[in-house]
């Protein structure tokens, strides 16, 4: 039986040596709960660094078989592995990167080399222990390199990743010189996770940028291959959350820490020591509240937990200092004999602690300048039971988009989130509790047992759908089958794009005109069956080129029609093209920066044509004229398509396919065969009868039933057919 495997940096487990003895300490981080429910069963496990350097044999042999009886496998990692790779690469370069924090990046050859290095040793852990069909799921960002890797040596393997952090906008990830190489290493997955849109929307503008990969709705072409791009916001535990803020144990720790407080308004504020979550922001935003407001002081005091964290990191040592002066000043400043304004705490706390805190606070300050997701804010809001609460949350967490219901803030405009917490303080009771219970229904439906499941089901649905693509080259038997059905059919038609299918591409599209052999095939089939040039081509070059072959013409993707045994062209579909104004505006903007680009225009479309351009220049300009037509094209209901060498916008109402299923309407065809190169041709593809031989010229993803290699096997296949009925 396949058996599905979950791959992190960190197993959910921290190894400690006591007493020359290993003992293994159990993480209740949410992420491992909800994956309990996979890795748990059967020949299922997680595979993963045990968070500590283990160099010995003899104790990796022990550790090794410490972590079975856990169904977990280890990754032994070096001093040097964890120096370069974990604390260089990972946390020095990626880790401010993608939190918008370029400043920071560390950009060291050493940290990539070891980067890539692990991302090795990552993998040979996995396959030592993966059969081809197992369902690997690799989290977040040490760990980018590892889905392709695997997909080299499992090209059949089910392949999930996600990302726990952001990812952000292009012009960041242009920054580092290694940007092709980590994405190309995420796109070895069938499945790409992020939190929120954002950073999925943000992905797919790198990897069409970068790696020149384009996508339709999240789906990427790789390779051959579908990847699909989607956001799945995180949940937490939420019943655990609930459940223990009534709890005895924290309801006496709740009621001890009170008689300490007094009776003032708490104000939480929980994260990992690091520069990406506002920490000193929010101390000035709280010193300037105090500042301005003297009737707050002795009545509001904040409780400041700090986890320790990455503290080799230069950066993090300076912040730490800096939030240490920040309270040292305020307190010293505001303090009197019973009340502290700050009650700082750099450590972290048993789970009962961190609940009493949750739930007995008045109001959460989580304020980072980015994060992620930021579960913290989701554990408060589950804690309050007594709906009793106020969030105030950071635009830039991606939780935010879920808890709207929480008071948003820009958490770099200090005066705002002065305001906030002003606001926070002064919330009548109903508002308040209106506010918990809508963000709490919420969070106690999509927690963290909903969100793997919903990964999960994600994932094989993509997998069904990459099957649905699949489709088979055309081999001698087919090309048999294709000839004999032929032969006895009562009624045959086919179908012919013309560029890519017919013809190869020559950079200047009119010199692409039939020759000779071409014509002769034509004019061979016409006398067999009925042939329909099916094309994006406009009706008078079209007209030109087969003007004395009783051959049925469908020009403009399906605008005009010309029947074989008529001279006229008829118009087959309503043209409105108000549209075209603003949109070639656009379009000549991009020609005049691209020396070769040109604009064609049809009745029913505007097409920018790049084959003429310097190689990679086309490529460059049509994704960015790619995004901005599809920008505007939502406003115009519009339809931007990418073809050979061509962006073309048009109505979506127009097509092949569209034209082909009027085209045959009533005629009792009992052979159909449709033949075509690119995404305009997939709607003919789609729009076919079940028993028709559909081709796709060209080993793309398709709706074809069929791939044939080039406009030559073309012909040779038409051929076989000329004569022999
Ligand atoms: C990544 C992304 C994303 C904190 N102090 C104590 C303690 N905690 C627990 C909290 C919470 C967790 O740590 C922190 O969660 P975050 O979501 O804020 O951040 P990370 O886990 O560092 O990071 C983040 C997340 O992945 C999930 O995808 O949300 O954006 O950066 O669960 O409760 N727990 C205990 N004592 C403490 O003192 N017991």
Redesign the pocket.
Known sequence: MNKTIIVSNRLPVSLQLKSGKFEFKAS????ATGLGSIYKQGENLWIGWPGNAVEDEEQQKEVTEELRKLKMAPVFLTKDDIELYYEGFSNETIWPAFHYFTQYINYEDAYWEAYLEVNRKFCQAILDIAEPEDTIWVH?YQLLLLPMMLREALPDATIAF?Q???FPSYEIIRMLPWRKQLLEGMVGADLIGF?TYDDMRHFLSAVGRILGLSNESGYIQADHRLVNVDSFP?G?DYDKFANAATSRKTLNKKKKFKDQLGGQKLLIT???L?Y?KGIPQRIRAFDRLLDQREDFHGKVSMIM?V?P?RAKVQSYVKLKKEIDTLVGRINSKYSTLNWVPIHY?Y?????E??SAFYSMSDIALVT?LR??????CK?FVASKTDQDGVLILSEM???SKELVDAILVNPNDISAVEQAIVDALTMGEDEKKSRMATMQTSLKKYDIFQWVEVFMDRLSHVKQRQQEFQSKALDKTIIQEIVSKFKLAKRPIVFLDYDGTLVGFKSRPEDAYPDRELLEIVDGLTKECEVVLISGRDKETLGKWFENQPVEMIAEHGVWLKKGDQSEWELYADVDDGWKDDIRQVMDYYVLRTPGAFIEEKHHSLVWHYRKVESGLGDLRMRELFSHLKYMASGHNLQVLEGNMVLEIKRPDINKGRAATAFMRGGDYDFILALGDDWTDEDTFKAMPKDSFTIRVGYDYTQANYNIKNPTEVRKLLKQLIGSR
Do not use: K
């Open positions: 209740a981080g949410g992420l977040d996600f726990h952090i952001p939190h995180m937490i929980i994260d990992r690091d990406s937990v986890v964290s705490f450590r972290s706390f048993p789970f602690e961190l980072p994060d992620g997701m930021n579960l913290v554990e967490a991606g939780a």
